[in-house]
């Protein structure tokens, strides 16, 4: 964060200053994450109310406290914290003239470009990026706030409950490029139809100067569709459609034995080959919508696909492919799901067991808010896994039943294999795993964040003493 007093911070909110203190270091909510010289953000939650860890804050490293009330340590007051932080966020943007903002929205697949992109401008110039799913009207302004007058590159993943949250989140870092990726079902219950969420993911485009670009989808009609809500330059990226090219066409995808791909990129008649050091089906579509970012900001196609193929997993739980030292293999992609990013996954763990012989075994748990069509989505993506030739799938507690019902109306019907193992939850699960599944296996665990799955994905790498090494 730029170097601010209190009373200057008070002035940028509108807020009082209680104490003195001047900020150097940038904001937080979670004093487990603390920010050297940095600013705590007291947020009253349900359980926790952020004023009492104040204390706590400033012996991590605060120097001072955004609340609503005065506490122990220097304070700025305001009526919402929220709106302050904010205004904060927008001030420090305004105040670097220099540094780009590339912001992206998407119903899936935000992280995994974000991860790629942050790691393609870094190569180019001191960048800052989403940490996590910061992607709320609390995690953009925090994302925002650890900017500094070095920062060249500010990336910022942008998520959406509603119409008009997009939006507001383009006021607090206004993007010179800005990305749709695709417009699914995740949050359709609460959303109501794709359109609706089309609506809203478009704000983002909307929220462009005339001389920004806009990086769309062209496999995605609805995403497609948004050139005309946007007077920015635009560029598509994505695979030959319809005998229609992208501005930054993929190609030629291939796939080693693990589900590492390697494909052609091609941008303005020049062409590089990438070989992707991640795992998963839809790993080239995240890239290239990456490089598309990357490529608008300044980057050349020889320096993003050559960097491309160092790039690592920067956030936990999205397809970490783990060999455990008895030689079995763990895909842990428990952070989040939805239908597209089940079948995706799927899609990677059947044809891992194709190429290298394993079994594949499925542990698969609940999608969120997915209101009214949950039933349906979930029996789907059993049917899709039956059909992928995934050979067990184990369903994790009662809200994934459908996900077994609809793998065994497939599986079991002539012609059809697998087996189906229903589990009341992770303890069940876990143990099922830890007395059935061996060095010829490969086990993919996967379900929303609620799910919290990640421990099975552990317990089978890391329990009764097991060591695993990420690949």
Known sequence: MIEMTLDEVAAVVGGTAH????????????TRTPEAGGLFVAVAGERVDGHDLAAAAGHAGAVAVLGTRPTGLPTVVVDDVTVALGLLARHVVDRLPEVVVLAMTGSQGKTGTKDYLAHLLSESGPTVATRGNFNNELGVPLTVLRATPDTRYLVVEMGARGVGHIAELCAIAPPRVAAVLNVGTAHIGEFGSREAIARAKGEIVEALPADG??????????????????????????????????????????????????????????????????????????????????????????????????????????????ERADGLVVLNDAYNANPESMRAAL??????????????????????????????????VGEYAARAGVDVLVAVGADAAGIAQGYDAVAG???????????????????????????????????????????????????????????
């Open 347 to 380: 899609e990677t763990l059947a044809g891992m067991g194709t190429r290298t012989g394993r079994r594949t075994v499925a542990v698969l748990g609940q999608m969120l808010e997915l209101g009214d069509g949950a039933a349906e989505a979930h029996r789907g």
């Open 213 to 322: 670009t806009a990086v769309l989808n062209a496999d995605d009609e609805l995403v497609a569709a948004m050139a005309r809500r946007t007077a920015a330059q635009v560029v598509t990226f994505g695979g030959p459609t319809d005998g229609r090219t992208p501005d930054v066409a993929v190609s030629e995808v291939t796939v080693d034995e693990l589900g590492r791909q390697s494909f052609e990129l091609a941008h303005r008649g020049s062409g590089a080959t990438v070989h992707l050091a991640q795992v998963g089906a839809y790993q080239w579509r995240n890239a290239a919508a990456a490089a598309a970012m990357a490529l608008a900001a300044g980057l050349d196609l020889d320096t993003v696909a050559d960097s491309l193929a160092d790039a690592v997993p920067a956030s936990r739980w999205r397809m970490e492919l783990t």
């Open 19 to 30: 104490g003195e203190a001047v900020v150097t270091g940038g904001a937080f909510v979670d």
């Open 413 to 471: 019907a002539p012609g059809g294999g697998g087996v189906t193992i229903t589990t009341a939850g992770r303890d069940e699960a876990s143990d099922w795993l830890r007395h059935n599944v061996s060095a010829a296996d490969v086990v993919l665990v996967k379900a929303s964040r609620g799910a919290a799955l990640e421990l099975i994905a552990d317990d089978l790498l890391f329990g009764s003493g097991k060591e695993g090494s990420t690949t």
